[in-house]
Structure formats: C-alpha cells, structure tokens
C-alpha cells in the first residue's frame, strides 16, 4: 500500500467557516461521522473517551453497537465493510482497548478492508509522561494501516475525519487510525480548519492505457491455453458481470483466490474452482500448465504461489491491481497494469472480439476436473458426521445465497471448497493474517450490513472460544444468525500439520476439557442443537435453518478428519497430495 508520512496538515487557513455557538471536539467528531454517513460505529467505552461517549448519548447520529471486546469489534467493522462497501467504523478507548483493536487492524490491513478507527488517548499535556493507560498507538498502527493521525488541535477534528475516510476509500483500501486524546473532546471551537482534502500521496488513477488493453488483447489472441485468476479485487470492484461475459466471449477457465470465490458462480462451466494449497486438482493443474495467466485482482500471495520459481512456468503474466506497489512483488510479469480491474474489463468488452481456439484447452482443463474432483469420503464412525457434507447441505439449506463468514483453520478450507457461492461478498473471511476468533463477530458485521440476508458463520472449537462472547449480542439485537461449530475437540489445522510434518507429535494441539457449548448458547439466549450422530445430520440441519432466531450448531467431526488435497508449503502447484 502507498504510505505517507505521519504528519498533520495544520498551516490551513483557520477561518473556513464559523459556527453561531461553540462546539465541542467530540460534537466536531460526531458531526464529522455524520457527514460521512456513517450508519454504525462499533465500539467499547472507557475512560480516555467518556466525553465522546457522553455526546453519543443524547445524539440522533449513527447506532453504536456494544461489543463485548475490541477485537470483535474491528472484526465486526471488518464484516460490515466486506459486505456492505461502506467504511467500518470502531471506536476504543486509550491503552489496552487500542491494544486490543491492534489484531483487527492488522487484519483490515492484510485484506484491504476499509476502517476508520478511532482509538481514545490521555490528554494532551500527558502524553509521553507514562499516564494510565496511554499506549504510543501512532508507533504500533504505523505499520498496520494506510495512514494514522493524532489530533492536537480541536479546529483539526472535522478535517481529519474527512481526509481519514478518503485515505480508507482510495485506491487499495485499507484501515486509517485516529488518535484521540481525552481533551480534545472536551475543549471547544467556533472555527475550524479548511476542510478541504488534499492528498496527493493517495490520488490513484484507475484507468488503464489503451495501449496496455491491446497489449492484453493481443496477447488472448495468441494464446492456446489461457487462464484467469480472479483475486479480491474482483469482488472489491464489484465487476462479476464484466469478467462472466469476457470470459464467455472467449472461452477462458477460471481459477480464484480465496477472497475471489464468487467472482464467477460456483456452478459456471468456466469455473475450475479456488487454486493454491488446498484449492482443486484442476485449478493448480491448470495454473502449471496455461500458457497465459490473467491475474485481475490477486497479489500472488504464498497460499497461491508458495513457490513462486515454479508458478505458472509456461505463461505469459499479466497482472492487473489497483496498487503498484503489487506489481512484480512476487511474480515477475509481462504486462503490468496499474488500473482498477472493472475498468479493464470494461475497456477489454469494447474491442473487436476476436476468434478464439481454446476448445483442446478446455478439454485439457475438463479431463483435470474429472479425474480428481473435490471429494470426501463417507464416514467410518457413525458418531461423527463428514463436515464436508454439512456445508454442502448447508449451502442446498441457503440456495447458495447466504452471508458465510469463517474463523481460520480447516472448517474455513472446506466452506472454500464445498460451499456453492454466487456472487461478491458472500465470503466473509480472515485471508492474509489468518485471524482466529474472526468468524462469530464479522458475522454480526455482516448481518448489520444486511438485515434481511441469511448470515452463516462457520467457526472451529478452537477460534469459537477466542470472541464467543460476542454472542450476547444476538438475542439483544435479534439476529438471526446460524453459528455452525465444526467441533473436532483439537486445533484441527495445526493438529494436521503436526500429523503430516511433525511425525504425529501433537503438541498442545488437542483439548483435554471442553464446556458444554451448548448451555453456553443458551445461557446467551441461542438456541441450541447438537449432531453427535451421523444419520442425524440432514434433520438436525433442517430444523436449525428453520428455526426463527439465532442458532448454534454444534457438529461432531472426527479429530482426524484432514483437509485435502493439499499442496505441502514450498512446493509447486502441480505437487499436490491427497488426491481422491
């Protein structure tokens, strides 16, 4: 990401306009949050912020949300944001409520998610003096978002706020933080600063040369085996349709990221599936083998390409991504273009379309999809159900429609490969960072996001206990969320890694004790359902969607159950292993 240096534009001019009365800072912020039509601020209350929160109770501004602790509500912001486009905004207090937002932050940053947090501060004079609860939260954030500030001056506030959500909104998106020490939000103003913004460090062209589209053009026109790869970007921009119909014209597979499923319906003919470590047989063998790669949107990140000598070797690279900086980071390419990836499309639409020759290509791709589908066997233990199952039913249950978020671990690799996903948005999930505890409150972002929508949250046992205090929320909002625990009573993942690279040796990776999560629920208002019982599955599963409130499922898995095929860390594509 484009990073500009930590200072405060304070020489404009002081008399923009006046206002009859004075207000305080924290009016200013609220006034500010308003204006950027700001619908929720999720937050968590303390000292350094009393005065912001004292102006947020008498005023008619956005709804806040009371989460039970910081990092769910960044991870909700984070939800929220995915799904709706619009920026999230958090609000902490000073010390540890900033030091607890910092995972969220960090994971906003990774995933390109645009944030607005401001995180409360001691009051100026005690700054730097070691005053209860301060925490150098400028030092710590710098590396983890796309610009931070600290107000000194009240007259600041309004233009701050301002640039901040243009910064979050620009180009690669990203988290912005706002320092706010206690005073400013106490001492008051009838003036201030020009609210113009002027960034010119974050003034992105999105619009591709000409010549660099017919450069591309060209290049489709002499391929024999092209391939996309639809990234993040794709969803971001919101460009689905665009890519559907170019890819239609000229007959092109289609393999995504992670954060790229439902670029293309899970179902399009075209469509190979996710690519990379635990990604398809056909998407990897298609990425070994194409001749053209057509990257819109992907930063070739090491779950993709964990060995990038050996990525794509035959091809001609082509990578489109609205950040620079992303250009050449990982995979060396033919054709860089800098642009926002609808806008390529859009432009690409408009040639000549020319005639294309891919039909052995396809049938190359067809025989890879055929030969080593994504599949899983039956259970063996009629005790545990196959969670690969659950989410394919799950997904018939919702149509295929459903807001699904994900904790991290393995339950998260086979919603990626079993859940049918339409369209943008619907993958809720921690990608770059790969954040425990993510799932339960970025599905309640989501669900903020979208009322009427069916919102899914699948969670392991162990990420589940990380922010499952979040569940309070569900009865006190009434939201009808269904909590789907893949329950294995290990750290699935790590427990895998350990079978496979560490000669069985399971440290500390399986849980002796377990509450009973299901009183759990219930002591939170949710109702309860156990499958502890294979041949219960479907029923229980029926009934649980059918139930009008929140839900939590607990599914009994096999504490063996791996995620496969996989691809081993550092090895090529093409070297897959646990092929059915």
Known sequence: MVKQEKVLDTASHDTTYTEQTLKSGSQLLLDALIEAQVDYIFGYPGGAVLPLYD???????????????????THAAEGYARVSGKTGVVIVTSGPGATNA?????????????????????????????????????????????????????????????????????????????????????????????????????????????DEIKTLHHYLANAKKPLVLAGAGINFARANSELVTWIERYQIPVVTTLHGLGAVPHDHPLFLGMGGMHGSYASNMALTECDLLINFGSRFDDRLASKPDAFAPHATIVHIDIDPSEINKVINTDLGIVADVKEVLEQLLLL??????????????????TQHPLSYQPTDNPLYSKPQQAIEYIGHLTHGDALVATDVGQHQMWVAQFYPFKTHGQLITSGGLGTMGFGIPAAIGAKFAQPDATVVAFVGDGGFQM????????????????IVLINNGTLGMVKQWQDKFFD????HSVFNGQPDFLKMA???????????????????????????????IDIRISPVEAVLPMVPSGKANHEMEGLQ
């Open 352 to 369: 000549e379309t020319h005639s294309t020759h891919h039909e052995p290509w396809l049938n190359e791709v067809e025989q890879y999809r």
């Open 467 to 482: 922010t499952n205090q979040e569940m309070a929320l569900l009865n006190e909002y009434k939201l009808d969320v269904k």
């Open 102 to 210: 910092i995972t969220g932050i960090a994971d906003a940053y990774s995933d390109s998610l645009p944030l607005v947090i401001i995180t409360g501060q001691v009051a100026s004079a005690g700054i730097g003096k070691d005053a209860f609860q301060e925490a150098d939260i400028l030092s710590m954030t710098t590396p983890i978002t796309k610009h931070n500030y600290q107000i000194r001056n009240v007259k600041d506030i309004p233009k701050v706020v301002k640039e901040a959500f243009h910064v979050a909104n620009s180009g690669r998106k990203g988290p912005v933080v706002i320092d706010f020490p206690k005073d400013m939000g106490v001492l008051s103003t009838d003036a201030v600063h020009d609210t113009t913004v002027y960034t010119p460090g974050y003034q992105v062209n999105t619009t591709p040369h000409v």
């Open 55 to 73: 102006t947020l109770y008498d005023d008619n501004g956005p709804k806040h949300i009371l989460y039970r602790h910081e990092q769910g509500a």
């Open 522 to 552: 219930e002591s939170y208002g949710v109702k309860g359902f156990l499958i502890d019982h294979a041949n219960d599955l479907e029923t229980q599963l029926t009934a649980a969607f059918n139930y009008d409130g929140p839900a939590l």
């Open 504 to 507: 069985q040796r399971f440290s």
